[in-house]
């Protein structure tokens, strides 16, 4: 069974960054569409960003300007870099990846955002 890990969560001050990393816990899976959610305590799980299979990026309204995703050549790690990070921004963080119409989805990694 495929399983995407995330790395890269952690703590940092307020306008800092962090760069989230999601890959699958086997190799030789690539997959088509990449997203990153998050989920803050007491909140539904919203999207942050999507990267289609032609390049084509979404950003929810609250993480534009500030965060990125990308994938490398092989489509098969996806990353987020996130800057001038907001104490709102703390939250779970969820990787998620579709291939042939399968939908995957990481264990999450905490991203807290403090002075």
């Known amino acids: 069974q495929v399983q995407l890990v995330e790395s890269g969560g952690g703590l940092v001050q307020p306008g800092g960054s962090l760069r989230l990393s999601c890959a699958a816990s086997?190799?030789?899976?690539?997959?088509?569409?990449m997203s990153w959610y998050r989920q803050a305590p007491g909140k539904e799980r919203e999207l942050v960003a999507t990267?289609?299979?032609?390049?084509?990026?979404n950003y929810g309204d609250s993480v534009k300007g500030r965060f990125t995703i990308s994938r490398d050549r092989a489509y098969k790690t996806g990353y987020l870099q996130m800057n001038d990070l907001k104490p709102e921004d703390t939250a779970v963080y969820y990787c998620q990846a579709i291939r042939a119409k399968i939908t995957y989805w990481g264990q999450g990694t905490q991203v807290t955002v403090s002075s």
């Open positions: 086997r190799s030789i899976y690539s997959f088509d569409y």
């Open positions: 990267i289609a299979p032609n390049g084509g990026t």
